[in-house]
């Protein structure tokens, strides 16, 4: 079975632009979630959806926003970037929502903001 | 709000050694998941080790194995004879089984294997 996989993988941006990130569970998953991963603020939860709906939200400004769609991919956009949105930027699948459904993650995508 | 802590924030140890990852955590609740994740260079989170908390028993991958003592609220990871591919950053992570609060990580301990 393949993975999750996540495009780009790699993204440079500027200042106010903005960015859609892409992930693709892994087959038969229903539920993806998303973080932020920062050498100084480790790993930080964005969202997870389940189903196309946003079951938990993380603390992060309105900039952050995502969806899911009935074959269950997902995207996060960021808009008007900023210096501190460089990170990578992880997808992980699971099963069912929360609870017992082990996730499993994308490589990520790696966006830097100049 | 649950917490997890991994207190060692850099290890190392020899090639086919034993070594020891510690993490605890904070919760109220009773019924929950533990899980260790290896992130190495290539970035890419892999699970290690998965232990539900109502199992008494500690759950054992091959060379890896989990000490968990659910009423010290402590999950430590324990890599026996150790390879150079185990060099990487080592999460511990937590769910509820209520499915209401998303995985909580701890901020990781890098281990590096020596030959």
């Known amino acids: 079975k393949a993975g999750v996989t996540q495009t780009p993988r790699y993204l440079i941006k500027t200042r106010g632009q903005q960015v859609t990130l892409s992930c693709s569970p892994i087959?038969?998953?229903?539920?993806v979630s998303w973080y932020q991963q920062t050498p100084g603020q480790g790993l930080q939860f964005l969202f997870e959806?389940?189903?196309?709906?946003?079951?938990n939200k993380g603390n992060f400004p309105g900039r952050f926003s995502g969806r899911q769609f009935s074959n269950s991919r997902s995207e996060m956009n960021v808009s008007t970037l900023e210096l501190g949105d460089s990170a990578l930027y992880l997808c992980?699948?699971?099963?069912?929502?929360?609870?017992?459904?082990?996730?499993?993650f994308g490589p990520g995508t790696r966006l830097t903001v100049l | 709000a649950q917490t997890v802590t991994q207190s060692q924030p850099e290890m190392s140890v020899r090639e086919a050694e034993t070594v020891t990852l510690s993490c605890t955590y904070d919760?109220?609740?009773?019924?929950?998941?533990l899980f260790w994740y290896k992130q190495p260079p290539s970035r890419q989170m892999i699970l290690v080790i998965r232990?539900?908390?109502?199992?008494?028993q500690n759950a054992t991958e091959n060379r890896f194995s989990v000490n968990f003592q659910k009423a010290a609220k402590s999950f430590s990871l324990k890599i026996s004879d150790s390879q150079l591919g185990d060099t990487a950053m080592y999460f511990c992570?937590?769910?509820?089984?209520?499915?209401?609060?998303?995985?909580?990580f701890g901020k990781g301990t890098r281990l590096s294997v020596i030959a």
């Open positions: 992980a699948s699971s099963l069912v929502a929360g609870g017992p459904g082990t996730q499993y």
């Open positions: 087959s038969g998953h229903r539920s």
């Open positions: 959806y389940f189903s196309e709906t946003q079951r």
């Open positions: 919760t109220s609740e009773n019924n929950y998941y």
């Open positions: 232990q539900e908390a109502y199992k008494q």
């Open positions: 992570a937590f769910i509820s089984t209520s499915g209401n609060t998303p995985l909580v």
